[in-house]
């Protein structure tokens, strides 16, 4: 296990210029500092970081590819209209805008995973040398009418194509990563769907110059130019609903993006910019998110002693009390984050709460993403899922880089560490990101927040928690409703229950919590069909909380049913 140096960012040479505020509530709590200091120095640290990470743990080296600079041969020409260019041996439309300076987007046409759908893949490219990978699928029904959406995982470092394979994409890594399967129950069935790898450095996503982005709100800004690029190369997808559904550390990723696109909108509604779309955004679906720390992190006794699937024999006993005794100076570490919003603020709260909340959890040698489940690191991989090296495997053959537009010496991983840490340096995981959402929500974008009840990293009890929390117009609403059973269309299973508010019986509502039976921290791997009915439902905005009897009577279900 790989400890950190975390010491050094405790020890930030920079308190001078620090708002005298701030240094106070900082020496106030000097005793919970020693607690961090003694929590980052106990070697629990190295695996907890994992969490939402993953990541850790994974000793694979990065790749930050040098070599390679500045050797490629550009060859650019323009046919039918079109601007080509051909790259490290590999011929890409090349996709620039105006409005864009410092961005142009590479791409391809693939014809892996599902071949009876459009697909395009290639890269964003920015001037300072990032370089973001993306995948995007057609919907399989009716792509012309069908929205667009956004997936992300997590980590941070984590690669979206993590998701494509391995939980909602149209197929699926098998036979120990030497081919695909189709998947039924992938999210294109009635969306256009785009898989980001980023920031920079995650996945095939790679830089050039040795650029990096550490924290959130300035990633969120590439994220917002490659949906630009992208909309105004494809334009019969602009007029869709846009969502953003991004899982795990994605619960921070989302809001943040969510934001700089609504303020971007705003910005053009009163400023129109030749080039520039407006992004119509219609929700955000944070699945087994992390969005608001001080919430979430102290709910993890109540999961692990309290829940459906206990971790401790006692919920009174010594471990559980141990547990609950960290969370006080968890939150008041967490407090000073919200605060300050700095480093110095920030990463004891990561450093403390993770390794003395989280670490314990770590420890019991259950497997953290689906506690029903243990997790043996030297069979199933320092992520606990074998499937996941499958991904590794069939991302890393040359026949699937070539198709991708990949270059041939890049290398695939699941997550990258360095990515992580340097994230984890500046505390951003500790960020209220659920801050940000209010403003959208009142300004008619959609949330749903979705939960697997059997994931200890970001579990449901804290998810649903922070949404009775947030304060938006529907805030009301929410914090008086009840659960109700969730009943798929398809196989008329309960696989949870709902929150729903704004919807009035007759839409999936403006506001949504699903709690989501015997499913871990990837609820697509885990529930396939309840994952894929939630998504559908969700984006075609069918009440969620009857079943298909009361819809049928009561509405007409877009492209004639979803069955
Ligand atoms: C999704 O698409 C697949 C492949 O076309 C199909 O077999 C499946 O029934 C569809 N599922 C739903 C819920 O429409
Ligand atoms: C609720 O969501 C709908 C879209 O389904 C939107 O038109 C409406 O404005 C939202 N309501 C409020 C009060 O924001
Ligand atoms: C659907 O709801 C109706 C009315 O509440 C009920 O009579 C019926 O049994 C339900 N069907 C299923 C499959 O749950």
């Not at 969502?243 to 795990?248: D, G, K, N, Q, T």
């Not at 320092?382 to 996941?388: A, D, G, Q, R, T």
Request: aromatic share 10%; with cysteine; glycine share 8%.
């Amino acid at each position: 296990m790989k400890t950190p140096g975390l010491l050094s960012f405790l020890a930030l040479p920079v308190v001078w210029a620090i708002p005298t505020s701030e240094l106070n509530a900082f020496l106030s709590s000097l005793d919970d500092y020693t607690e961090v200091t003694n929590a980052a120095s106990s070697n629990l640290f190295g695996g907890v970081a994992n969490g939402i990470g993953y990541v850790l743990d994974h000793a694979q080296e990065v790749l930050h590819d040098h070599l390679h600079q500045g050797q490629d041969t550009l060859e650019k020409w323009v046919h039918e209209g079109k601007q080509f260019v051909k790259q490290n041996g590999l011929t890409y439309e090349l996709v620039t805008n105006p409005a864009f300076q410092d961005y142009q987007l590479r791409v391809t046409d693939p014809d892996l995973c599902d071949p009876t759908v459009k697909q395009h893949s290639g890269y964003l490219d920015v001037t300072d040398g990032k370089h973001l990978f993306f995948w995007f699928f057609e919907s399989r029904t009716s792509p012309e009418k069908a929205p667009l959406t956004l997936w992300l995982n997590g980590g941070p470092g984590c690669s979206s194509i993590t998701g494509l394979l391995f939980e909602n994409g149209p197929c699926r890594v098998t036979n120990g990563g030497k081919s695909t399967k189709p998947f039924e129950h992938s999210w294109n069935n009635y969306s256009n769907i785009i898989f980001l790898d980023q920031p920079v450095d995650v996945g095939y996503s790679y830089s050039t110059d040795g650029s990096t982005v550490n924290t959130s709100p300035v990633a969120a800004e590439d994220v917002y130019a490659f949906i630009e690029l992208f909309l105004a190369r494809y334009p019969e997808y602009a007029d869709m609903p846009f969502h953003i559904a991004a899982e795990s550390y994605g619960g921070i990723y989302a809001p943040n993006i969510g934001s700089v696109i609504h303020l971007k909108n705003k910005e053009l509604t009163l400023r129109p910019a030749p080039g520039v779309k407006h992004v119509n955004l219609a929700s955000i679906i944070l699945a087994n998110g992390q969005t608001d720390p001080y919430v979430q992190l102290a709910s993890v006794p109540d999961y692990v002693c309290d829940g459906p699937y206990p971790l401790f024999d006692d919920p009174e006993g010594a471990q559980c009390t141990a547990l609950r005794s960290k969370v006080p100076t968890c939150q008041r570490l967490i407090q000073g984050c919200y605060n300050y919003n700095s480093r110095l603020t920030c990463v004891p709260a990561i450093v403390y709460c993770y390794s003395q909340l989280m670490g314990p959890v770590q420890q019991t040698g259950v497997n953290p993403y689906d506690v029903r489940k243990k997790c043996d690191r030297s069979k199933d991989g320092s992520l606990c899922y074998k499937e996941m090296a499958w991904v590794e495997t069939w991302m890393n053959d040359a026949a699937t880089k070539k198709a991708l537009g990949v270059p041939a010496e890049r290398t695939f991983q699941t997550c990258n560490t360095d990515v992580n840490q340097a994230f984890f340096s500046q505390g951003d995981g500790v960020k209220n990101a659920a801050a940000l959402l209010p403003p959208l929500v009142n300004d008619g974008v959609r949330l749903l927040v979705y939960a697997g009840n059997a994931d200890a990293m970001c579990n449901y009890v804290g998810n649903e928690r922070w949404m009775e929390k947030l304060e938006h117009n529907f805030h009301a609403e929410f914090a008086k409703s009840r659960p109700v059973p969730w009943v798929t269309l398809e196989g008329g299973i309960i696989a949870g229950e709902v929150r729903s508010v704004g919807g009035n019986g007759f839409s999936a509502g403006n506001v949504t919590f699903a709690q989501v039976y015997e499913a871990g921290h990837m609820v697509p791997f885990d529930q396939p069909e309840a994952a894929s009915d939630l998504f559908n439902r969700w984006i075609l905005d069918v009440p969620l909380i009857l079943n298909a009897t009361e819809i049928a009577s009561t509405m007409t279900v877009p492209f004639g049913g979803l069955v």
